[in-house]
């Protein structure tokens, strides 16, 4: 029987890839194993295997053919003896048009910062360049290389260590390109010991350099979380402030898609507790750029918490040849009068996309971005609850010892007769992250969720 | 020195085996081949996601090491897990059902391809950790050993966990206090896109055991009688309380790390050798014609067998229904 070979998922986000290649072509005959095309996924270009031997009968979907859907039928494989007639009639499926939109957002856009003409009062709406500067567009991962890479230029004492950043490129492809320009003295491929490469990184920052040591992804930092917190976090004051890590450590926090409870885990409550530390988690492009520059100059252990399902967002960076974005100083998304939801990172999105919908309900939301966890902005948070009288904060780690729960601490301490409403900590559920998709979508914080959180506390 | 080099000798020039476990062994190794080959295309299809490790290539590890193993035996691994499964007996619908994320999966859906457990098959995991399940495998021999049994467990893990530190605190530990554990590393020459050689400068793994005073040797991974013969001896060792042991098995993976794993840092030549030249399940098919020990005819019947047994499994994985959202806050707490 003729069967259709569907173009497939070859990564936990793909969507949709372009067929770049097809290494068969009709009438061949193929058996599992043989790589009958290369397909870009949003990662890389992957060989495509034949699972079941037979005849490629038909060619459905032309190579060069972009954006084509995951499970669309690309050819047509008959079996042994069958001819072409039993190809299914149907015309070839039409190439669906290459999405214009840059990257998806559930449910809206995310509104790019109020324009200087509208800012009102507060420094955090400013943008952290001067007016007028040209933009481009960029995605949230050539934004943290580029940071990079620039700091790597100014200052040779910088480099890049960790598993697969160097002839792979990086595992989620954030030091794409990084080997061929700064050479295997810079940036530097280890072997999978999280706790002697982090060990090693403070010892070469007491030495004088400033490393930058990326975790796979932040689950596996907990195997080196010794040196992360005792080693790195510590030794500036046990040495009378003779000697410090100034580095960075950085790589992917949180949930990603589908991947289970040993790898879902948001971090940002644990290092935030933490005095020695820094503690970034941006949100946009500009901001990933701007703060990695600074984290690189920081004199101090700084940790850097990024986002998988983030690295793909396109924003707005600014065209400039150095720019910085300071730390302890949140931004401002959207003013409003009605509530203050303070969020960062990922969480942003579903702050951002809550936003949206309460206005179409009529109440005006307005939205901060800490993008640094320690220092924390909370002046801003101070001055927007004070207008508003209202507050939800917004994250995806569990509730108990949450960011949120520090943040309404501070409220209640420093703003407690402003406050109309109590402040409620929208989390992640308090359990282990499940693998199944329904189960996973309920664990995460969702942004219905949050647009009730703020009915609650506006009495709606 | 306590450790000493291996003499496997070739498949071949072992006589005692009988044409039922030959057949035996190739039909559990086509089993874990076919079994991958619809993971991956399930992937494809979107009905698996996350990470998902596939064991195509190192079929004749697990199967040879389950063949020297006896009932109260243990084994613990790495999220390259299905293999392992499959092997010690676990059910196929429930682990394709796992991978789908559905009620009827080994973990009710919560696991997925990287976290499955079998307490009645004493598979203890599933462990997405690099290393991780090391020191939790010497454990499990620990509480063997405490409780008096001749029980062994199976500790396994790759040649890129075997740079972990926790693996030689491991080491040391199992051998001062003789844990009936056998370390098993299955060296598939790469960890992601890392090969052995741009990781270590100290290749023969099996070796660094000697610096705890383990004894152990190197097995020819990809002939399924050489691991089953350098099983039954160490767990003859651990039986003996004279554990641990440590085999470094050489096998190869033919698919990338994982789905996502555009696999550029070898070449294709380079698999396609492996896969002509030293592929453990043809090599028992040829091994079962050859002795006259089947027929071509009875080959295809078992083909046949296994991939009913497979499409089965993936009905099952796709019938099965997602698990109630109650689900999302039951085994918390015990
Ligand atoms: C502590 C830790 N670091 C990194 C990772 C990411 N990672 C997953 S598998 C893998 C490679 C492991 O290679 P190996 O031990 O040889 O096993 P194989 O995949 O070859 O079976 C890496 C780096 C992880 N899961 N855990
Ligand atoms: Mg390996």
């Known amino acids: 029987m003729a069967t259709e070979i569907l173009m497939p998922a070859l990564s936990p986000t793909m969507e949709e890839g372009t067929l770049a290649k097809w290494l068969v072509k009709e009438g061949d005959t193929v058996s599992s194993g043989d790589i009958m095309a290369e397909i870009e996924t949003d990662k890389a270009t992957m060989e495509f295997e034949a699972v079941d031997e037979g005849i490629i009968g038909k060619i459905l979907i032309a190579e060069g053919t972009e954006g084509v859907k995951v499970n669309t039928a690309i050819a047509v494989l008959l079996e042994e003896g069958e001819d072409a007639s039993a190809v299914p009639t149907s015309a070839p499926v039409e190439a669906p048009a290459p999405s214009e939109s840059p990257v998806e957002v559930a449910g809206g856009e995310i509104p790019w910062p109020l324009k200087p003409a509208e800012v009102a009062i507060a420094a955090t709406l400013e943008p952290d360049w001067p007016e007028g500067t040209a933009m481009k567009q960029q995605t949230v991962r050539e934004a943290l290389r580029d940071g990079m890479a620039e700091e790597m230029r100014r200052d040779d004492t910088v480099f890049l260590m960790g598993e697969e950043v160097a002839e792979y490129q990086g595992a989620y492809k954030i030091s794409q390109g990084m080997l061929d320009e700064f050479g295997d003295k810079r940036v530097i491929d280890t072997?999978?010991?999280?706790?002697?490469?982090?060990?090693?990184?403070?010892?070469?920052?007491?030495?004088?350099?400033?490393?930058?040591?990326e975790f796979m992804t932040f689950n596996f930092a907990m195997q080196a979380i010794d040196h992360i917190i005792n080693s790195a976090a510590k030794t500036l004051y046990m040495s009378g402030g003779q000697m410090g890590a100034p580095m960075v450590f950085r790589g992917p926090n949180g949930a990603a898609a589908r991947v289970g409870a040993q790898h879902s885990q948001d971090y940002a409550a644990w290092y935030m507790q933490v005095p020695g530390l820094k503690v970034v988690m941006p949100y946009s492009a500009s901001d990933a750029k701007g703060l990695m520059k600074t984290a690189i100059r920081d004199d101090n252990p700084v940790i850097f918490l990024e986002n998988e399902i983030l690295y793909g967002k396109t924003f707005d960076v600014p065209d400039l040849e150095d720019y910085t974005v300071p730390f302890g100083k949140a931004r401002i998304w959207r003013e409003g009068t009605d509530v203050t939801i303070v969020s960062f990172g990922i969480g942003m999105t579903y702050a951002l996309e809550a936003a949206d919908k309460l206005a179409e309900d009529g109440i005006s939301a307005e939205v901060i971005d800490l993008r640094t966890l320690r220092p924390m902005d909370t002046a801003s948070i101070i001055n927007s609850v004070m207008k508003t009288n209202r507050c939800v904060t917004v994250e995806e780690g569990w509730p108990q010892g949450s960011v949120g729960s520090y943040i309404s601490s501070v409220i209640m301490q420093e703003a407690f007769d402003y406050l109309d409403a109590p402040v409620i900590t929208c989390t992640g559920k308090d359990v282990p992250m499940p693998y199944a998709a329904?189960?996973?979508?309920?664990?995460?914080?969702?942004?219905?969720?949050?647009?009730?959180?703020?009915?609650?506390?506006t009495y709606r | 020195m306590a450790a000493r080099k291996a003499t496997s000798k070739p498949a071949a020039a072992k006589p005692n085996v009988s044409a039922e476990e030959l057949t035996a062994y190739y039909k559990d190794m086509l089993l874990i081949r076919r079994f991958e080959e619809k993971a991956g295309q399930l992937y494809g299809m979107g009905l698996i996601g996350g990470f998902c490790h596939l064991y195509i290539g190192q079929e004749a590890v697990v199967v040879g090491l389950e063949a020297a193993a006896k009932e109260g035996d243990k084994r613990i691994t790495s999220y390259r897990d299905h293999g392992h499964m499959l092997a010690c007996g676990m059910d196929p619908n429930g682990v394709m059902a796992e991978l789908t994320g559905r009620e009827g999966g080994y973990s009710k859906g919560k696991g997925g391809s990287m976290h499955m457990f079998s307490k009645e098959k004493h598979f203890y995991g599933g462990h997405g950790i690099v290393a991780a399940q090391v020191p939790?495998?010497?454990?499990?021999?620990?509480?063997?050993?405490?409780?008096?049994?001749?029980?062994?467990?199976?500790?396994?893990?790759?040649?890129?966990?075997a740079n972990q530190g926790q693996v030689y605190e491991a080491y040391n530990m199992a051998e001062l206090w003789n844990l009936p554990c056998v370390f098993v590393i299955e060296n598939n020459q790469y960890a992601m896109g890392t090969s052995t050689k741009r990781s270590t400068h100290s290749p023969s793994y099996w070796e660094r055991g000697a610096a705890y005073g383990i004894k152990g040797e190197e097995v020819d991974g990809m002939d399924v009688l050489a691991v089953k013969a350098a099983g039954e001896k160490?767990?003859?060792?651990?039986?003996?309380?004279?554990?641990?042991?440590?085999l470094e098995i050489k096998t190869y993976r033919y698919r990338g790390h994982s789905m996502s794993d555009p696999a550029k840092y070898r070449t294709r030549e380079e698999?396609?050798?492996?896969?002509?030249?030293?592929?453990p399940i043809e090599a028992v098919r040829s091994m079962l014609l050859t002795g006259k020990h089947a027929t071509e005819d009875d080959l295809k019947a078992i083909d046949k067998e296994i991939k009913e047994v497979v499409n089965a499994s993936a009905e099952f994985a796709k019938e099965s229904p997602e698990p109630a959202l109650d689900e999302l806050w039951t085994d918390i707490y015990a």
């Open chain 1, 191 to 213: 072997p999978i010991t999280e706790h002697g490469f982090a060990g090693i990184g403070v010892g070469a920052a007491f030495g004088g350099l400033r490393p930058i040591v």
């Open chain 2, 136 to 161: 939790l495998g010497a454990g499990l021999a620990f509480a063997d050993k405490y409780k008096g049994n001749d029980n062994v467990t199976f500790t396994y893990f790759g040649d890129g966990a």
């Open chain 2, 234 to 246: 160490a767990v003859e060792v651990c039986r003996a309380g004279k554990g641990p042991y440590i």
């Open chain 1, 438 to 457: 329904n189960l996973e979508k309920h664990a995460l914080i969702t942004t219905d969720e949050v647009v009730a959180a703020v009915k609650q506390v």
């Open chain 2, 271 to 279: 698999v396609q050798k492996m896969r002509d030249e030293r592929d």
